[in-house]
């Protein structure tokens, strides 16, 4: 399957993740949550390919 690393303020997060491997199906929902600390108001996502390019259809970012 496709696999990819999600990398925070060049910090990895998520290494070799594989989502159809997780859910058993394509195009199934996977919410993962980490919290980060935001310097000057910027905050940096990459996802960065493994096995194929990284795909992500949806991204949610609260203030707490």
Do not use: C, P, W
């Not at 989502?19 to 600390?37: E, P, Q, W």
Request: avoid cysteine; proline fraction near 0%.
């Amino acid at each position: 399957g496709r696999t990819f690393n999600v990398l925070e303020n060049n910090n990895k997060i998520y290494s070799n993740l594989d989502i159809l491997a997780v859910t058993g199906s394509y195009r199934k929902v996977l919410i993962k949550s980490f919290n980060v600390d935001v310097k000057n108001g910027v905050l940096k996502l990459h996802f960065q390919g493994v096995n194929g390019e990284a795909v992500v259809s949806n991204i949610s970012i609260k203030k707490i």
